[in-house]
């Protein structure tokens, strides 16, 4: 990292910037019970809702901080936005290639629903049994669409976590700690550990609300927090390479709907490790082809960075 005088926004500054919207993006999610005493949810729908509403609040609140304190020139709406990684231009790349290079991790699991939805057609027979249950598919994609819109767990896991985290993590840490001085891949991997503090209230409700001993609540969040260090240190690579805030945003949402990487499985008598293992060779083989800034930018202004660092400083 830079340390000279040069620098708009000092580092400690931008360090002690990401640690506070680290916490803070945590600790409002208690603020209505410890702070405002509110009574508990009496279900859990509200109790979600009552985190929406606390998420909302602190991501606006890291916005609207995290654009005061850099130094921006222009308060136009498209440079503002532009910095935080919200553009359409080249939107269609910063969806359609960052997803297909995540999905490559997850060819393992890919090829074992594959041969589970064949294993499937095969006991039903084939044929017209065949077509009969896939009409019936079809039709009941509208319920299932209605049913996924009315769980209140569908909008958590795939909409307002990835958004939230992706705004405030990415579009709000990464601009600052560049701006600080801050070489790329330190901002990478600093990141995701300012990350993973938001997932650590996982504990508490493992360790307290699940009653699960203090030993295995450390190793399941342990494992969790492991997991979200390296999607951080990948979303935030995403964000820095393509400069849209859609690249990381939807391989989140992909990874959250996926889960974990299916790396082995007794099904296919090994085709889904070969599977998995092509994927993760394909993926290290195109992580930088498929991300070349070039891809998802256009040189305007003479300034080579798409954040337009090179004009503030």
């Known amino acids: 990292m830079s340390s000279d005088g040069d620098n708009n926004i000092s580092t400690p500054v931008a360090v002690a910037s990401c640690v506070a919207m680290a916490l803070f993006y945590v600790l409002i999610l208690y603020a209505p019970t410890v702070i405002l005493r509110l009574p508990s949810p009496s279900s859990f729908y509200n109790f979600m809702i009552r985190r929406f509403v606390c998420a909302a609040i602190s991501t606006v609140a890291s916005l609207v901080f995290t654009a005061y304190i850099l130094p921006i020139k222009s ?3 498209s440079l503002i936005l532009g910095v935080f990684g919200i553009r359409k231009d080249h939107l269609w790349q910063g969806v359609v ?14 090829v074992l629903n594959l041969l589970l939805l064949l294993e499937s057609w095969k006991e039903s027979g084939g044929g017209c049994s065949s077509f009969s249950k896939f009409r019936s598919f079809v039709q009941a994609i509208p319920a299932c669409i209605l049913t996924c819109v009315s769980d209140v767990s569908f909008w958590r896991n795939l909409v307002v976590a990835p958004l ?11 601009p600052l700690l560049l701006c600080a001085g801050f070489r ?11 990350f993973s503090l938001a997932h650590l209230n996982h504990f508490r409700e493992m360790y307290i609300k699940h009653n699960r001993s203090y030993i295995k609540a450390s190793l399941i969040v342990g494992l969790q927090l492991g997991y979200t260090v390296v999607f951080g240190a990948y979303a935030s690579f995403l964000f820095i390479r393509t400069g849209h805030l859609a ?5 989140h949402i992909f990874c959250n709907y996926m889960g974990l990487p299916v790396l082995l499985h007794p099904r296919g008598k090994g085709l889904v490790s070969a599977a998995a293992l092509a994927g993760v060779v394909g993926f290290v083989t195109l992580l930088f082809p498929l991300t070349k800034p070039l891809m998802y930018n256009d040189r305007t202004n ?10 503030w400083n």
């Not at 290639?97 to 890919?110: D, E, M, V």
């Not at 939230?164 to 990464?174: Q, S």
């Not at 790329?184 to 300012?194: K, M, S, T, V």
């Not at 690249?247 to 391989?251: E, G, M, S």
């Open 97 to 110: 290639y960052p997803l297909l290079l995540t999905s490559l991790i997850y060819a393992g699991s890919l």
């Open 184 to 194: 790329i891949y330190y901002a990478i991997f600093l990141c995701p550990i300012l």
């Open 164 to 174: 939230t985290e992706e705004l405030v993590f990415r579009a709000c840490m990464v």
């Open 75 to 77: 308060w136009e709406a």
């Open 247 to 251: 690249a990381p945003l939807f391989a």
């Open 302 to 311: 003479n300034c080579p960075c798409w954040l337009g660092y090179c004009l």
